[in-house]
């Protein structure tokens, strides 16, 4: 059993391949338990509301911050992409970052511990995620491979075996589930208690509602798919930032043969919004979201479309001639779409190397 123990490689760190992208209005003394996890690696905060307001972050971390300030100093007009008062502002960070891969997680996300008590290292189980093949073509029902201990059942195609590469890690949460406000409020006490020990590829064809407290994809992959929309002030919406991320993202996925998988890690969500603020941001995404998803359903990309980018713009195009006539929202919506893939560019060109860490608080 030793020899069998020793013989595992130990999970690559990635210590200088990857961002932990955080949005916050508050202090970040959260980081102070996740300081033997989070520690090695880079942070890019993302502080959303008053740029006026001072965000302390714990001593002996990598940091850079950005404000509203900074978010317009660096797109100009093209700031206009990127929600205010709205935790979807995280995907600035998205594009500021020059890592091949992000972790994001919001500040009220709390080390987890699985059955047997020990403290979860969420980061390590994402990194051996992404860092595996996915399945999206042919479900296993012995659910992720190329797990340790586990394998293709039989009758599982051998000349699918090699898998895809995996572009996204989705990961869950104990404690407070995250349910859609109609539901918070007919179940306010129920806690998530269940650790269910899998990671599974989700099929190809199949959409979820991804969300984005607990998320890691490779940023070279599909990082251009992964805006997170229009919300909060000024929009008629919030709440499904990470859902309209994760529906394009799922599409382009499929159309470029990437894998998307999801379970493992979990983390404890500690603390539940309010369910009546949450049905105000809500409640026309609830309508919306049954003419939604049936469009991401039927969406179809030419193949011609063989980069992220230029799927996202030919979503862009569809998400206007057939999204726009269930509300003029989805106009202005299409319009930042193509204005988020031209700020990325920007601050992306093609063939540029990453550039060095800057060093605490520095901003680009």
């Known amino acids: 059993m030793a020899s069998t123990e020793a013989s595992v490689a130990p999970t690559p760190l990635l210590k200088d391949e990857l961002d932990i992208v955080i949005p916050t209005i508050r ?47 660096i ?32 500040d009220d996300c709390f080390v987890a511990k699985d059955p047997s008590g020990k403290a979860i ?53 104990l404690n407070i589930p995250d349910y859609d406000a109609p539901t918070q409020l007919v179940k306010p006490r129920e806690r998530n208690t269940r650790y269910v020990d899998a990671v599974m590829t989700i099929p190809k064809g199949t959409l979820f509602p991804m969300c984005g407290m607990n998320l890691t994809f490779d940023r070279e992959l599909i990082g251009p798919a992964m805006y997170f929309g229009l919300m909060g002030d000024g929009q008629p919406i919030g709440r499904y930032d990470d859902m309209w991320a994760g529906w394009c993202m799922k599409v382009i996925c499929d159309h470029l043969g990437l894998g998307v998988k999801t379970g493992l890690p979990y983390i404890w969500h500690s603390k539940a919004s309010n369910p009546f603020v949450n049905l105000k941001k809500e409640y026309k995404g609830i309508f919306w979201q049954e003419e939604i998803i049936p469009f991401f359903q039927s969406a179809v990309l030419p193949k011609d479309c063989t980069s992220v980018q230029k799927c996202y713009l ?51």
């Open 27 to 73: 202090n970040l003394d959260f980081l102070e338990m996740w300081r033997p996890f989070f520690q090695p690696y880079h942070l890019i905060i993302v502080q959303d509301g008053d740029p006026s307001k001072t965000i302390n972050v714990p001593e002996g971390f990598d940091y850079e911050l950005y404000n509203r300030n900074d978010i317009n100093r």
């Open 75 to 106: 797109l100009g007009p093209k700031a206009s992409c990127i929600s205010f008062k709205d935790s979807a502002c995280r995907c600035f960070g998205y594009m500021v970052s020059k890592k091949k891969y992000i972790f994001t997680i919001d």
């Open 121 to 173: 290292n969420a980061l390590e189980q994402h990194i051996k995620n992404i860092l595996s093949p996915s399945t999206p073509h042919f479900f296993n029902t012995l659910y992720d491979p190329y797990r340790e201990g586990a394998d293709f059942v039989r009758g599982y195609p051998f000349s699918l075996r090699e898998g895809a590469k995996t572009a996204v890690s989705h990961g869950l949460w």
């Open 314 to 364: 030919e979503l862009s195009k569809q998400v206007k001639e057939k999204l726009a006539k269930v509300d003029p929202y989805f106009d202005k919506l299409a319009d930042a779409m193509v204005t988020w893939i031209e700020a990325w560019d920007e601050l992306n060109p093609a063939g540029a190397g990453a550039s060095a860490p800057l060093p605490n608080g520095q901003k680009a």
